[in-house]
């Protein structure tokens, strides 16, 4: 199985040369990866790739900036092979990634979306174990042992809603399926839960291979800070759980639609945050993360 690994661009040409070298090191040699550059303005990126001597490998840059978005869609419309990878331009891959995810798709067979084995690393490199990762990995993820974990349907839409212990760029999907299901509109910070909730609505198979093969790099001045302390985080998130709850009860899944009623673990998300959306005395971010907390 030859698997397409596409990395939409916009960032540190250094870490961007660091994700490249990681997809060049994997053991399994049946890969190509697609480098699509949404017009960041250094000359030294095309000149890197043009001297990568790897048929494997190919760059190319879009004719306007379309944001990330659009670029996903495009690396999406580009895809060829039935599994692709989209990474983040700032992660990496381990070795054994693309032996993981044949593995699974061997085993899974119909497997939407493939969830390998994640450690999380910092801006620097070096490994982390944030509040919200330990939480993700230790909490949320189902315990398959040293197996694979399979979730269909209504389970994998009640494991997503409960909280959302997925880890996007790390993830292989079936082509097909996104080719089928679009981004939604109008919810572009948790655009990745929507159509992951999106493909588990169709019907949608999840494997979780708990396998470590992927480094997610998590910065300390991300975007998603961004938008936790102005408000727009919990805001999307308000909005998107009553979507799910809808969608939960027109398939007659009561328990996803209880789970996005309580949004338990995203409430309880929004009180750990206060603090910092107090220090940041921003009072659209205040006034969302308390109507997080208390509204129903």
Not at 94 to 113: G, Q
Not at 174 to 198: N, S, V, W
């Amino acid at each position: 199985m030859t698997l397409e690994i596409f990395v939409p661009f916009w960032g540190d040409p250094a870490l961007l040369y660091e994700t490249v070298g990681s997809v060049r090191a994997q053991r399994n040699p049946d890969w190509r990866l697609i480098v699509i550059d949404d017009c960041y303005p250094d000359e030294s990126v095309p000149a890197y790739f043009a001297a990568i001597d790897d048929e494997r490998i190919s760059y190319t840059r879009n004719a306007t900036n379309l944001g990330i978005t659009e670029n996903y869609r495009e690396a999406i419309r580009r895809a060829t092979t039935e599994y692709i990878a989209i990474l983040g331009c700032d992660d990496l891959l381990h070795p054994s990634y693309v032996d993981l995810i044949a593995r699974t798709t061997a085993r899974v067979p119909n497997a939407d979306v493939i969830q390998p084995g994640v450690q999380v690393i910092d801006e620097h490199g070096a490994v982390v174990a944030p509040l919200a990762d330990r939480v993700k990995l230790g909490l949320l993820a189902p315990r398959g042992g040293s197996g694979i974990a399979v979730l269909t349907g209504e389970r994998m839409a009640t494991s997503l809603i409960r909280g959302d212990w997925l880890y996007w760029p790390s993830l292989a999907f079936r082509t097909e399926t996104l080719k089928r299901i679009d981004f939604r509109e109008g919810l572009p910070i948790i655009q990745d839960l929507a159509l992951l909730m999106d493909i588990a609505f169709d019907g949608g198979t999840l494997a979780y291979n708990p396998a470590l093969a992927f480094s997610y790099r998590r910065h300390s001045a991300s975007a998603s800070q961004k938008t936790l302390l102005d408000g727009r985080r919990f805001r999307d998130e308000r909005t998107y759980y009553a979507e799910a709850r809808r969608l939960a009860d027109s398939h007659g899944w009561a328990r996803t639609s209880r789970t996005a009623r309580a949004r338990l673990m995203s409430r309880l998300h929004a009180v750990t945050e206060l603090p910092k959306v107090l220090r940041g005395g921003n009072r659209a971010g205040i006034e969302s993360t308390l109507a997080h907390i208390v509204a129903l």
